[in-house]
C-alpha cells in the first residue's frame, strides 16, 4: 500500500486531516463537546489521550481542564462496563480522530453496557453533547421491528454520525447505519498527490455501502435504486489513521475502518455553526458542492452506483468526503404537510393530509387490521392548509374539510358505506392564503358549520343545515395573515365561540352565537400572539369551562381560560414553542386533566398537562418535527391513551407519540 499520510510508515497524522479536509481546526470548535458512545471500558483513556495529543502538539484535553470526561449511561463517573482489549482500541481511535479534526472541542466518552448503548445516545445531550459519535453497530441483517428504536435517535438537533461498516464482501444493511435520523460515513483511502488538492482519494474497498431492507427513505435523499434508505451518507479517511492505545496493546498503531471516518466526520461537524450542525445529514445534502466528490474506487460485487464509487452520489462514499466545515447559507427542508387526526365510537383513528402532489389523503388505523396504505380520497389541499374532519354518528359519515388548491376556496369530501368518497368544492367566497377551516357537528341534528378566514381576513363560514342545505355568509373581523380560526360549541345550548388571532391587536378574540342567528365579536386583549400561530380550544361538556391556548409573542404557550363564576383569565402556561408553529389540545372530561401538546423551540414534541387555573407540568418527548409544522392531539376514550401526531423532519412520514397507563410516552415513525 502506498504511503497514505506524513506519519510513520505512512500513517494519516491530525495535520494529514486537516490538510486534506481543509479544515478550520485551530478556529472553530469553542464550547463544542463530541460524545463518544461505545460498549466496553479503557482503562488508559484519558492518559492515551494525552500522549496522543502531545505528540501531535494538540491543547491538553483533560478531567483537570474540564475537557475530557468520562461517564457510564448513567452519566455517573463509576462504575464502568468490563475493560477490554477491542473496546479499549476503538474508543482510542475515535477520541484521537476527534481530537484531529476538532482540538478545540471537548471530549465526553460514554460507556455503557451493550443493551444501554441506545439509551446512553439519547442521554448524551443531557450530558452536554453537541454532537455525537458512535463506532459501533449491531450484528447480523436489520430486522423488521428494528424501526421501534429510532425514537433513541431523534434528537433534536444533535447530529449523531455512525459507521458504515468494513466487510462489503459480506455485509448486509447494518443498524443503526441505516435508520434516517443519523449520518452513516462510509470509508475511503486518502493518499498524498501531486495535484492542487494535494491529496486524493478512492473507496474503500471495504466498506459497506447498502440498501436498507426496512427503514425509509429520507426526504433529503433522492437516488433511484433504492426504494428505502441507502447509505453511506457521506464518508472520510478510513485507512492507516495514527493512533494512540496502550491498554492491552503497544502504543503507536495505524488503524482502519469506518469507526475512524464516522468520528472524523463528527468532529468535522463540531467546526460548523450551530445552523448548519443542526441540519443533521441534511447540511451535507442542502449544498453538496461543499464536500470532495470521490468518483473512483469500488466497494461489493454490484455494478452500479450502490458499489461503484463516481460523480455525484454513490453508495460507498456517499456525497464525498469533507471540504472544509459545511455551510448550509439557506437551510432547506422539503415541505411537509401538518395532520388532522379524528377516531370515531369504536376508537379507529383517521389522519388526514396533504400527501402526494398535495392530494387530500386519509390514512386509517383500526384494532382489527392495523394501518391501512395511504388512500388518495379526492381534491388537491391548497399549499400551507391543513385539512379538517368531523364525524357524523348517526350515519356513520366522514366529512373533510379544506382549502381546495385550484379555486381557494373551502371543499370538503365526504365519506358513507354506500358511496364510498365524494368530493365537492363549495365556493363562496376566497379562502385566505395560509389559512384553514375547522368545523364543528351537531350531533343532535346532523347541521354542521365550518369557519375559515376569507381573502381580506374576514371570518367567514358555511353552514349545512338539513332544510336549506349549505349556506355561506361573513360573520366579520379581521384575522392576522397565516392563521386559522378555531371553534367549540356548547353542547347543552348550541352556542359557539370561533376564535381566532386578531390583526390588529395581534391578540386572542372571537365570535360568539348561536347559527344562524346573531354574533358578538369580541377582542381579549392580554398576551400578544407570535407570528402565523392560531388558537387551539376546548370546552368541558360537564362544567361548559373552556381553555383556549396559543403561541404568545414570547414563544411561550399561554392560555385564556373561561368559567361560569370567574369569566375569562389569561394566563401564561410556559415552555418555549417553534416559529410558524401551533399547539393542540385534548381534555379528559372525567378527570379535567388537559395535555396542551406544542413543537419546542427545538422542534422536538412537547406537552403541558395540568388542570387550569392550577399548576403545569411540562414533558418533552422527542422526535424531530418537519419545519413549520404543528402537532394535533387525540384521546381514546376506552383506555384514556393519548395519541400525538405530527410530520417528521427525515421522512415526511406521519409519526406519533402514544401515551398509554403503565407503558408511559413512545414515539414511532408510519
Given at each position: 500500500m502506498p504511503a497514505g499520510g506524513s506519519g510513520e510508515g505512512g500513517s494519516i497524522t491530525p495535520a494529514d486531516l486537516q490538510s486534506a479536509y481543509r479544515l478550520p481546526s485551530s478556529t472553530n470548535g469553542r464550547g463544542q463537546t463530541v460524545a463518544v458512545v461505545y460498549f466496553g471500558d479503557d482503562p488508559n483513556a484519558e492518559a492515551d489521550l494525552e500522549t496522543y495529543r502531545s505528540f501531535y502538539r494538540l491543547p491538553a484535553c483533560t478531567r483537570a481542564s474540564g475537557c475530557f470526561r468520562k461517564v457510564n449511561e448513567n452519566g455517573e463517573e463509576r462504575p464502568f462496563p468490563l475493560a477490554s482489549r477491542s473496546a479499549a482500541t476503538e474508543i482510542s481511535l475515535d477520541l484521537d480522530m476527534i481530537s484531529a479534526t476538532c482540538p478545540n472541542c471537548h471530549l465526553l466518552l460514554i460507556e455503557a453496557r451493550s443493551e444501554n448503548l441506545l439509551r446512553a445516545i439519547r442521554e448524551a445531550p443531557r450530558f452536554g453533547a453537541t454532537v455525537i459519535s458512535n463506532s459501533w453497530i449491531y450484528t447480523g441483517r436489520e430486522w423488521r421491528e428494528e424501526a421501534v428504536n429510532d425514537r433513541y435517535l431523534q434528537i433534536p438537533l444533535v447530529p449523531i454520525t455512525f459507521p458504515t461498516g468494513d466487510n462489503a464482501e459480506r455485509e448486509a444493511s447494518k443498524y443503526p447505519s441505516a435508520s434516517p435520523y443519523v449520518i452513516a460515513v462510509g470509508g475511503t483511502e486518502l493518499e498524498r498527490a501531486e495535484n492542487a488538492r494535494g491529496w486524493t482519494e478512492r473507496a474503500w474497498e471495504h466498506t459497506v455501502a447498502a440498501c436498507s431492507e426496512f427503514e425509509p427513505k429520507p426526504l433529503?435523499?433522492?437516488?433511484?435504486?433504492?426504494?428505502?434508505?441507502?447509505?453511506?451518507?457521506?464518508?472520510?479517511?478510513a485507512v492507516g489513521l495514527s493512533v494512540y492505545d496502550t491498554y492491552l496493546s503497544t502504543g503507536w498503531q495505524r488503524q482502519s475502518g469506518t469507526s475512524a471516518s464516522s468520528a472524523i466526520v463528527a468532529g468535522v461537524l463540531a467546526l460548523a455553526e450551530e445552523s448548519t450542525r443542526q441540519r443533521g445529514a441534511g447540511a451535507f445534502y442542502d449544498d453538496p458542492s461543499g464536500l470532495f466528490d470521490v468518483t473512483s474506487g469500488r466497494a461489493g460485487p454490484c455494478e452500479t452506483y450502490l458499489c461503484r464509487a463516481g460523480t455525484g452520489y454513490d453508495g460507498p462514499t456517499g456525497l464525498g468526503t469533507p471540504n472544509g466545515a459545511p455551510q448550509v447559507t439557506a437551510p432547506t427542508e422539503p415541505a411537509s404537510s401538518s395532520i388532522w387526526a379524528v377516531r370515531d365510537t369504536?376508537?379507529?383513528?383517521?389522519?388526514?393530509?396533504?400527501?402526494?402532489?398535495?392530494?387530500?389523503?386519509?390514512?386509517?388505523?383500526?384494532?382489527?387490521?392495523?394501518?391501512?396504505?395511504?388512500?388518495?380520497?379526492?381534491?388537491?389541499?391548497?399549499?400551507?392548509?391543513?385539512?379538517?374532519?368531523?364525524?357524523?354518528?348517526?350515519?356513520?359519515?366522514?366529512?373533510?374539510?379544506?382549502?381546495?388548491?385550484?379555486?381557494?376556496?373551502?371543499?370538503?369530501?365526504?365519506?358513507?358505506?354506500?358511496e364510498g368518497w365524494r368530493n365537492t368544492v363549495l365556493g363562496g367566497t376566497e379562502a385566505a392564503a395560509g389559512s384553514s377551516p375547522t368545523a364543528v357537528l351537531d350531533a343532535a341534528t346532523g347541521n354542521q358549520y365550518v369557519y375559515y378566514v376569507a381573502r381580506g381576513g374576514a371570518i367567514s363560514s358555511w353552514r349545512l343545515e338539513a332544510r336549506s342545505g349549505w349556506v355561506n355568509s361573513t360573520l366579520?373581523?379581521?384575522?392576522?395573515?397565516?392563521?386559522?380560526?378555531?371553534?367549540?360549541?356548547?353542547?347543552?345550548?348550541?352556542?359557539?365561540?370561533?376564535?381566532?388571532?386578531?390583526?390588529?391587536?395581534?391578540?386572542?378574540?372571537a365570535f360568539g352565537g348561536t347559527p344562524p342567528g346573531t354574533w358578538s365579536n369580541m377582542i381579549f386583549g392580554g398576551r400578544v400572539a407570535a407570528a402565523n400561530s392560531s388558537p387551539a380550544a376546548v370546552i368541558n361538556p360537564t362544567t361548559t369551562n373552556e381553555q383556549v391556548y396559543y403561541v404568545a409573542s414570547e414563544t411561550t404557550i399561554a392560555i385564556w381560560s373561561w368559567t361560569p363564576s370567574g369569566g375569562w383569565v389569561n394566563n401564561n402556561v410556559g415552555g418555549s414553542a417553534a416559529a410558524n408553529t401551533s399547539p393542540s389540545v385534548v381534555l379528559d372530561a372525567?378527570?379535567?386533566?388537559?395535555?396542551?401538546?406544542?413543537?419546542?423551540?427545538?422542534?422536538?414534541?412537547?406537552?403541558?398537562?395540568?388542570?387550569?387555573?392550577?399548576?403545569?407540568?411540562?414533558?418533552?418527548f422527542g422526535g424531530l418535527a418537519a419545519i413549520g409544522t404543528s402537532p394535533v392531539g387525540i384521546r381514546d376514550s376506552s383506555t384514556g391513551a393519548n395519541w400525538l401526531w405530527y410530520s417528521d423532519s427525515a421522512t415526511g412520514h406521519r409519526a406519533y407519540w402514544a401515551w398509554s397507563f403503565g407503558a408511559g410516552w413512545s414515539g414511532f415513525v408510519l
Open positions: 433529503w435523499q433522492t437516488d433511484n435504486l433504492c426504494s428505502r434508505r441507502t447509505y453511506a451518507d457521506v464518508s472520510a479517511a369504536t376508537d379507529d383513528q383517521y389522519l388526514y393530509y396533504a400527501g402526494t402532489e398535495e392530494a387530500l389523503t386519509e390514512s386509517r388505523w383500526t384494532r382489527l387490521t392495523g394501518w391501512s396504505l395511504p388512500e388518495a380520497i379526492g381534491g388537491t389541499v391548497a399549499r400551507e392548509s391543513i385539512p379538517t374532519a368531523v364525524r357524523d354518528p348517526s350515519s356513520n359519515s366522514r366529512w373533510v374539510y379544506y382549502v381546495d388548491r385550484a379555486t381557494n376556496r373551502i371543499a370538503f369530501s365526504t365519506w358513507t358505506a354506500r366579520g373581523g379581521s384575522a392576522a395573515a397565516n392563521t386559522s380560526p378555531t371553534v367549540i360549541r356548547n353542547p347543552g345550548t348550541g352556542f359557539q365561540n370561533v376564535f381566532y388571532i386578531d390583526a390588529r391587536e395581534r391578540s386572542l378574540a372525567p378527570t379535567t386533566i388537559t395535555n396542551v401538546f406544542y413543537v419546542d423551540s427545538r422542534r422536538a414534541l412537547a406537552a403541558f398537562g395540568g388542570t387550569p387555573p392550577g399548576s403545569w407540568s411540562n414533558q418533552v
